[in-house]
């Protein structure tokens, strides 16, 4: 089994910064895709960012040229720059990984979820 443990929440004010950060532990033989989703209040969840084993990324619109994606292989762990946050972007932030454990093909792995704040 993969589990997926983020970091890196807080309350911030708008135009402020943060980082999060996710690390896949267990029984791990390789990660393909790793992502961060966001669930507003009251909406559902949806894509942040993603990016590929590869390096290659993918972005929402409404975070694009302010956030960045970014991954460690070698320490399994996903990052998310976000700067010139917005009060829209207060959410509940969700790490995800295509991720394969010893002995068995891709499973997809969600974290519990930490809480942006952003102040106006």
């Known amino acids: 089994q993969v589990q997926m443990v983020e970091s890196g929440g807080g309350l911030v004010q708008a135009g402020g910064s943060l980082r999060l950060s996710c690390v896949a532990s267990?029984?791990?033989?390789?990660?393909?895709?790793m992502a961060w989703y966001q669930q507003p209040p009251g909406k559902q969840r949806a894509l942040v960012a993603a990016?590929?084993?590869?390096?290659?990324?993918t972005y929402a619109d409404s975070v694009r040229g302010r956030f960045t994606i970014s991954r460690d292989n070698a320490k399994n762990t996903v990052y998310l720059q976000m700067n010139s946050l917005k009060p829209e972007d207060t959410a509940v932030y969700y790490c995800?990984?295509?991720?394969?454990?010893?002995?068995?093909?891709?499973?997809?792995?969600w974290g519990q979820g930490t809480q942006v704040t952003v102040s106006a």
């Open positions: 990016i590929t084993s590869g390096g290659t990324t």
């Open positions: 995800y990984s295509n991720a394969r454990a010893r002995d068995r093909w891709y499973d997809p792995y």
């Open positions: 267990g029984s791990i033989f390789s990660v393909e895709t």
